[in-house]
Structure formats: C-alpha cells, structure tokens
C-alpha cells in the first residue's frame, strides 16, 4: 500500500491550485450573484487540460489517471464548484463514455474537441418525472430507419445552454422497459431542440442549469452509443465514474471551507485570544479536519481502483455520499467559527455552504446512494 502522490500528481495538484487562486477566485462572489457562467475560465481550463483530462492523447486528452483528475477537481471546486462542476460534467459524464463506448467516427467528431475544452458538453438522464427512479424515461426516441426521431423534456441539465454536444438518454422499445434505452449524441443547433429557462439556483449560481425540450427532432442512426438498448447501461456506468468527480468535488467545497475557517480562527480574537485557543473552536476544526482527511482517502481510492480497472460502483458511491455530507456539514461549521463575518459573501464561506448542498442531490441523491451501497453490501453476501 502506498499512500504517496507522484511528482506528476503533485505537479497537477499545484497547476489546478495555482489556477484557482489567480483565474477563478477574483470573479468568484460577482459570478455567484449574478448567475454568471465562467465562460473565459474555463476556455483557459480546456487549454490547461482540464476538461479531458482522462482522455488518450490521441483525442485531445490529457492521459492523465482518475487520481490527477481527483487532486484537480478539490482544488477548482475549493475556490469555485459552478466551474469545477462544468469540469466534472465535461470529463466524467461526457468524454468517459464517449470514449469508452463511442465508436471511432463518434470519437473524431465529438470527442476530440470536447477533450480539447474546444467546446463543452452536456448529460441528460433526469427529466421532470424521472429523477432518481432514472428508469422511466418518458423521452422518446422512435427508430425510423435511418435516425431517430426524438422528443420530451430533460430537466435540471448541467452546461445545459454552454454546451454544444448532449448525451440524451430516450426510450426505444417501452415494452423492454429500462433496456429499451438509448443515449443519442444530439448537436445544439439541431431542429426542434430549444434549450429552456434557466434555473435560479441556491448554489454553484455560476453553472447554466437548463432544461431541454426536443420536439420531433431526427438523430442521425450513427449517433446512438452503444448496441440498441444500451442506453440505460451506458448512463449507470458513467455515473458510477462521475460520483468519483463530485466525491472530489464535495471534498474541494469542504476543505476550503476549512482552510478558511482554520486561517480566520488564527486571525480573530475573542476574549483576549485567538479564537482557535477557545477548545469549542479548536474541536470543531479538528472534527472537520479528521472528516475532510476520510472523506479525501475514500475518494481517492475509488479513483484508484477505477484506474487499476477494478470494480469501483460501490467505492464511488460510498465516496460521494460520504464527502458530499462532510461538505455540508463542514461549510456549516466554517460559517459558524466566522461568526457574523461567515454570513456575508466577502468571506466566502456562506457560497461554500449553498454549493455544498447539491453534491447531496445531483449524480444521485444521498438516499440514492445508500441504495446502491446497501444493494452492493447484501449482494456480496
Ligand atoms: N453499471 C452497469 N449497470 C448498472 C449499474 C451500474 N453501475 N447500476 C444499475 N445497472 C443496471 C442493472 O444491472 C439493471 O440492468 P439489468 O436489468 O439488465 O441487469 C438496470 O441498470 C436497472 O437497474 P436496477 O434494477 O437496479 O434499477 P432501479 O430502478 O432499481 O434503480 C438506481 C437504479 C441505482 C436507483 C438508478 O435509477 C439511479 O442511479 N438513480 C439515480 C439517477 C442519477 O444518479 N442521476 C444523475 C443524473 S446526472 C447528474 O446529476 C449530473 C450532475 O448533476 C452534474
Ligand atoms: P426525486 O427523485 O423526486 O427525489 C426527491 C426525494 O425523494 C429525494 O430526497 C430522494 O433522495 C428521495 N427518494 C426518491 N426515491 C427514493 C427511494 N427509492 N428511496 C429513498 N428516497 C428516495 N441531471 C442530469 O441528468 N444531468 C445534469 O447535468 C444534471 N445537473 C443537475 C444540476 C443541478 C443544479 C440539479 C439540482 C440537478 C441536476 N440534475 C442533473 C438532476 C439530479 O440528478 C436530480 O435532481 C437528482 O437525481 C434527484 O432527482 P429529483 O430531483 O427528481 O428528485
């Protein structure tokens, strides 16, 4: 067992935080209260090699394993998760499968530019009544020979107006229930696809959250992925890889959240010292520490095992469900040794608290989690 980081990891670790601290910190709080996407930021992150990460070099990508992609996403989601979520989407839930599953044309054409940052993309599984019971797609994408003809309603969907490629799950086959699935690679600017409202969010305000509608629109037979009925496989498969980004995500809010609380502890005095010598204050970093530092082993290793190819579904979900309350409940407790300084938005951490919250809810919610741990568990059995 080695718990070392390469120099290449270090290396990685250092670039994502030096680009956090000097690229994406000095719009941070203007971006979140004005729902502003970080477009510019994240051009520059494609040209860092940030948004394909995993991703062969033949494609445009880094090469980079699952852990640089893991030390990456904590350091861009401590300062800003609306970009670091654009990040997890665009690697995790778009260039994996593609890569993985897309054939060789799908992959000169969609996936190379996606691994660039050249353009960004986007996953649709959720729909306004089809949320974690994933499997009732009421979207439907009808075989006429030669392309689909798509319609329904995606909701909540990530980069949803930024993007420029969509990975659409839509029913097939109804009778076949969830293997009558589909994911279609559907291109923004096709007819009958209108990106809809934009939702004003608690937090990660500087992520464009979109719903989709398709209305009669053809998808062309070749940009399905996968065999005919693939569609559901393809979406569970890819989500399994995606918890690990938002584990790492959930991680980034908390440990820099901590990093502020335990830097302002030192800083501010109460009752002739420093907060920190109050034991109450000093407990409560160490608890977040401990937290954050469990939190950061599980994560990595799930992205160890996916890397060594083993099986990581229940590691993964275990990491998301355990960083993403560890988040929540560390951005609590940063706010809480702020004081009244914590409430407003110069010191960060009330952001951090309002971002923590949706790495409870989106890649399946906490209760979703248990599910496919407690399934995993008694299976094993
Ligand atoms: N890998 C491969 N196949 C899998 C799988 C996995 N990890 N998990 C399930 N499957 C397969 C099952 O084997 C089964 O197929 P077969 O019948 O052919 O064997 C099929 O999927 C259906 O599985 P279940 O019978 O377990 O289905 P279920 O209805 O009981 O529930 C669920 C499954 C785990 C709850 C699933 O619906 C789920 O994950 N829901 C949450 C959805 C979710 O995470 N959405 C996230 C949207 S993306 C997002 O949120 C992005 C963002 O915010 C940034
Ligand atoms: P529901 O499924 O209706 O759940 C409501 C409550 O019931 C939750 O607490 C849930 O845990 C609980 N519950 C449901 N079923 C069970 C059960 N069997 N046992 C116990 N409890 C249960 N989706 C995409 O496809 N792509 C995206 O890019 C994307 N981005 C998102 C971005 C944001 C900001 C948000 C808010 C959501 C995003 N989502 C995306 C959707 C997200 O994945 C869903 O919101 C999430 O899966 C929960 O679905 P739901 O909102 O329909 O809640």
């Not at 065999?227 to 809010?253: P, V």
Request: with cysteine.
């Amino acid at each position: 067992m080695n718990f070392q980081l390469t120099e290449e990891h270090l290396m990685i670790q250092q670039a994502a935080r030096d680009f956090a601290q000097n690229e994406l910190l000095p719009g941070v709080i203007d971006r979140d209260t004005h729902e502003k996407f970080p477009a510019e930021q994240i051009k520059k992150m494609g040209e860092l090699g940030f948004m394909g990460m995993m991703v062969d070099p033949k494609y445009g990508g880094a090469g980079l394993d699952t852990i640089s992609y893991v030390l990456a996403m904590e350091e861009i989601s401590k300062v800003d998760a609306s970009a670091s979520v654009c990040m997890s989407v665009n690697n995790s839930l778009v260039c994996w499968g593609l890569e993985k599953f897309g054939t060789e044309e799908q992959k000169q054409k969609y996936l190379v530019p996606l691994a660039k940052g050249e353009i960004i993309g986007a996953f649709c599984l959720s729909e306004p009544e089809a949320g974690s019971d994933a499997t009732s797609q009421k979207t439907t994408a009808i075989d006429m020979g030669d392309y689909y003809l798509l319609n329904g309603t995606k909701n909540w969907i990530t980069n949803g107006s930024s993007a420029s490629v969509y990975l659409v799950m839509a029913q097939t086959h109804p009778e076949k229930g969830h293997r009558g699935i589909n994911c279609l690679i559907v291109e923004r600017g096709m007819e009958g696809f209108v990106v809809g409202k934009k939702e004003e969010k608690m937090g990660i305000r500087g992520s464009d959250t979109h719903s989709l509608m398709f209305t009669d629109v053809k998808v062309p037979k070749q940009n399905r992925i996968g065999e005919d009925g693939f569609g559901f496989k393809f979406a569970m498969k890819t989500l399994s890889g995606g918890r690990i980004g938002i584990a790492a995500q959930a991680l980034g809010i908390a440990s820099g959240a901590y990093e502020l609380a335990l830097k302002y502890s030192k800083e501010r005095k109460a009752f002739g010292k420093e907060i920190y010598k109050h034991q109450a204050v000093a407990f409560k970093l160490a608890d977040m520490a401990t937290e954050i530092e469990a939190a950061r082993l599980m994560t990595l290793r799930a992205a160890w095992l996916k890397d060594q190819g083993l099986p990581f579904d229940k590691e993964s979900a275990m990491a998301k469900l355990f960083a993403s309350e560890v988040a929540m409940k560390t951005t609590i407790e940063a706010v809480q040794i702020h004081g009244g300084y914590g409430y407003v938005k110069e010191f960060h951490v009330e952001r951090l608290m309002r971002d923590a919250k949706i790495t409870q809810i989106y890649e399946g919610t906490s209760e979703i989690q248990r599910i496919v741990i407690s399934r995993a568990i008694l299976d094993q059995q």
